[in-house]
DNA sequence: TAGATTGTTAATCGATTAACAATC
DNA sequence: TAGATTGTTAATCGATTAACAATC
């Protein structure tokens, strides 16, 4: 059913959107929409969502548009939702907590399994039902368990020596939060950067734009 | 000195980068540095760092470099780090409130002025200076201070009702942690979407994928 | 001056959009 | 069948990379 081995990362990055659509359209109980309406109601060209979709092609008909649930699923699929990855979480921070606290890993594909500080006040509280180890146990904990991902919330100069030691350890994929660039420093691994304050100064940009 | 007045997005979003980098580069007291070497560094081609300086021209020397301070205090100018636009932040939930604690919002051309959120728990409570309103003062407070831009970090389903309110009150810049999209459903409106659970999906399918 | 490195134009690459034949 | 809508190829657009003349 797969008809590319390759999708390209732009692709890529609009699938969650389809997917999060997809499932509200099921839920309202709609079984199949068009291109043109659904590209009216997403904001994207109808060119664009038929050449999206046919990444992975079979979905639509003609004369009649796609399957809500099937091409739901496919997705679904295709992102590995149901195939969970075990993945740690280095630096309880605010932020670091928020995302703990917050995020329905089940429910994206990952699986948190646990937390590490250096802050002597923070090692062993709870958060989100897992306690809080010593980062000096990352060894310990990383060669049993084998994690293959981490949620890298540590302040920036931090972020090079835990790196390291994580994909030492065997660690290939990262959450960035901070501004270290891991792909560039380790070319084996993944990683998907967040950077808030990047995308804060973006925002203050284009608000002083005089026109736009 | 402004050569182009239109600089394109993707051109200004690897701005806050360099001029990090620049800031670094400042501290170990660089004064002065090729597009060669600054490639090899941040792993961008020479040519692209040329091409994107060159927007706003005038800080490299043939046979010499670029000049490392004028250059930084430029992209400061440019991305309108030293005049602050005035933000609000409604939702103080988790997010919202790491958000709240730990941004430095002076630092990135910003001021947050006050925060919002409809928990009986939450309002009246203290979150980085700032005391916690009711939603319903929402109103009152932006016909006094007029702020511009908002920071959304309420629950999905609250954000069509927040964002109209918003846009009627002439707040015309989000930086938008919901899945709500602003930007189409409201077209004069300047967003900044911070979809951490995309985000995260995105890395959970590259490290399923067989080679990358 | 000679060497280095920019500024800028041209070539390439990839992604998006348009067009339309295939077909439900 | 006629109408609608996909799948897919071709055209367009924009961004990145390469090349090199200008010049410090």
């Known amino acids: 059913m797969v008809k590319k081995t390759d ?3 732009p692709v890529i990055r609009r699938l969650p ?20 309406d659904l590209s009216r109601q997403m904001g994207l060209t109808a060119s664009q969502i038929r050449q999206d979709l046919n990444c992975f092609g079979g979905f639509g008909q003609q004369g009649y548009g796609y399957q809500v ?10 992102l ?12 309880v921070g605010h ?3 928020a995302i703990a606290r917050q995020m329905d890993f089940t429910r994206l594909g ?18 989100g039902g897992l306690t809080i180890r010593p980062e000096t146990e990352l060894e310990a904990f990383c060669l049993e368990k084998k994690p293959k991902a981490a949620l ?8 090079p020596d835990i790196v390291e030691r994580l994909t030492v350890l065997g660690v290939t994929g990262f959450w960035n939060f901070t501004h270290y660039d891991i792909a560039h420093h380790h070319p084996g691994t993944v990683a998907e950067n967040v950077h808030l304050e990047d995308s804060l100064m973006v925002l203050s940009y284009r608000l002083k734009q005089p026109r736009r």
Not at 80 to 91: D, K, P, S
């Open 152 to 159: 890298l919330c540590v302040p920036d100069r931090a972020a």
């Open 69 to 78: 649930e099937p091409l739901y699923r496919e997705i679904g699929r295709i």
């Open 7 to 9: 999708i390209s990362l």
């Open 17 to 36: 959107r389809y997917y999060r659509f997809l499932r509200d359209l099921m839920q309202e109980g709609v079984t199949h929409i068009s291109s043109a």
């Open 110 to 127: 990952m699986r948190l399994t646990a937390l590490f500080d250096v802050s002597p006040a923070l090692i062993g509280t709870q958060v």
């Open 95 to 97: 932020v670091g907590h």
């Open 80 to 91: 590995g939702v149901q195939r969970r990855t075990e993945v740690i979480l280095i630096g």
